[in-house]
């Protein structure tokens, strides 16, 4: 559907859970955030139910995430029962990798096709360092067990000043040899990022540049996202820049989020959006359901502000674990 902004809106991301298996240090605080009860996480039966609704709004496109969706169980069975959806053409998921390896069975009939593999750094006292206790050598694992099973990846690096500046362009050349995206996205300025500084994506790229020399004839759009993508020359795969706090890209922004806890969220940035979770245990009938959804979804804000010294007073105060990044 359009929103009020002549916006397309057919992606929605699922976040399964705020529980994670690592704590990254812009993330989550060391030692976690208070969790959602059993009882207000949604139940796969009501995920299903929303995702109908909202099927029929012209979301074709779903994100699982989380906290880290593969530590909810049954998360590889329940992406099947959501591809069975009239219109949802496909469904990824973002993941920090580390269970990837002994899921590798089912992740090949669970019908994802894309999978977004946090790595920020590829050293591996950095990696435990920054997730406070993840081992590298799993989400490398990861990466080749999805690449075995021709699920499409996309590798995920916030960029952090001081931290893995100086690991731009070994990053970057994993997409040298292998048919793989590698992102580097601005840290947002949410929940525990407040003490740590962003790296711009102009920093990003003229590290590129220096490396692998002029990239502007090879920038193009991919996926479903506000990446912009360069392929340097003799690259397999390709480099993404998604310009989080930089650059506005709302005015194509094409997604509504669906926390764990059934708020169906509008932008990241504000805390605007409606509880779901009340309507579907109150028995709201389908249609009824997709109406309410129509007439917040039309009422998407038009952008964020985290670079804008106006601040709304509706501005998230959650992080990114908790939303479903
Ligand atoms: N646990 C999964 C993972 O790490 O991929 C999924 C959830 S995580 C919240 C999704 C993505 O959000 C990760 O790539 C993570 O690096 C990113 N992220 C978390 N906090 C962020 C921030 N403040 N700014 C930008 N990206 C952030
Ligand atoms: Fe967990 Fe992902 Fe947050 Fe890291 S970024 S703490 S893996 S939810």
């Known amino acids: 559907m359009l929103d009020s902004q002549g916006r397309l809106i057919d992606y929605l991301r699922i976040s399964l859970t705020d529980r994670c298996n690592l704590r990254c240090a812009y993330c989550m605080p060391k030692e976690g955030l208070p969790l959602i009860s059993h009882h207000d996480i949604l139940r796969y039966e009501e995920i299903l139910k929303i995702t109908r609704c909202i099927s029929n709004l012209g979301i074709e496109n779903i994100k699982l995430t989380g906290g880290e969706p593969l530590v909810r169980k049954g998360v590889l069975d329940f992406s099947r029962e959501l591809l069975k959806i009239p219109g949802i053409k496909n469904i990824s998921m973002t993941s920090n990798g580390i269970l990837i390896p002994e899921?590798?069975?089912?992740?090949?009939?669970s019908g994802i096709d894309s999978i977004n593999i946090s790595l920020d750094t590829l050293n591996s006292v950095k990696y435990a360092e920054i997730t406070r206790g993840g081992e590298l050598a799993k989400v490398l694992d990861a990466i080749e067990v999805c690449l075995d099973l021709g699920i499409a990846v996309k590798l995920n690096c916030v960029a952090i000043c001081g931290f893995n500046d100086d690991e731009i362009c070994s990053i970057a050349h994993l997409a040298k040899d292998k048919d793989l995206q590698v992102r580097f996205i601005e840290l947002m300025p949410m929940g525990s990022a407040e003490g740590?500084?962003?790296?711009?994506?102009?920093h990003i790229l003229s590290a590129i540049k220096v490396r692998y020399g002029r990239l502007s004839d090879h920038k193009k759009r991919e996926g479903h996202g506000p990446a912009v993508y360069y392929k340097p020359a003799g690259f397999v795969g390709s480099i993404g820049i998604i310009h989080a706090v930089s650059r506005c890209f709302c005015s194509s922004c094409n997604r509504v989020r669906l926390t764990s806890d059934g708020f169906l969220k509008l932008c990241l940035h504000y805390d605007?959006?409606?509880d779901l979770k009340s309507l579907v245990r109150a028995q709201?009938?389908?249609d009824e359901l997709t109406e309410v959804m129509r007439k917040y979804i039309y009422d998407k804000?038009?952008?964020?502000s985290f670079s804008s010294e106006n601040k709304r007073n509706d501005i998230e105060c959650k992080g990114m674990s908790q939303i479903g990044g």
Not at 196 to 202: D, I
């Open 103 to 109: 899921n590798k069975d089912k992740l090949k009939n």
């Open 196 to 202: 740590y500084k962003y790296l711009s994506a102009e």
């Open 272 to 274: 605007t959006g409606v």
């Open 284 to 286: 709201t009938p389908d």
């Open 301 to 304: 804000p038009r952008q964020h």
